[in-house]
């Protein structure tokens, strides 16, 4: 499968964007999804998951409350819609598809695609 992720650019602080992930080559609804993002000189750090269906979501902890994860899959596409957005939320945002038995997934190692990353910038 092929994603390609979009959405991103130069924003406020407190200000909201959605990102979206497009899936290409195989039905989205085969794997389980997440959002990683990275800032520079950090570790690529786990945002959210969801599952095949959609029924089950993760987050990581800096994102809980804000960020809220969703998926179609008639469409085929993801999305991460991005809430009260701070400057340490500015990084390289990369969705990922795992073909894994598991509801959500939380560890970048365990994904088999990544997309390209979209970049996120938060002025204060």
Not at 60 to 89: C, H, W
Request: charged content about 15%; some cysteine; hydrophobic content about 35%.
């Amino acid at each position: 499968v092929q994603l390609q992720a979009s959405g991103g650019g130069l924003v406020q602080a407190r200000c909201s964007v959605r990102l979206s992930c497009a899936a290409s080559g195989h039905a989205l609804s085969r794997y389980v999804m997440g959002w990683f993002r990275q800032a520079p000189g950090k570790e690529r750090e786990f945002v959210s998951s969801i599952s095949r269906s959609g029924s089950s979501t993760d987050y990581g902890d800096s994102v809980k409350g804000r960020f809220t994860i969703s998926r179609d899959n008639a469409k085929n596409t993801i999305y991460l819609q991005m809430n009260g957005l701070q400057p340490e939320d500015s990084a390289v945002y990369y969705c990922a598809a795992d073909s894994a038995m598991f509801s959500t997934v939380i560890t970048a190692g365990e994904y088999d695609y990544w997309g390209q990353g979209t970049l996120v910038t938060v002025s204060s």
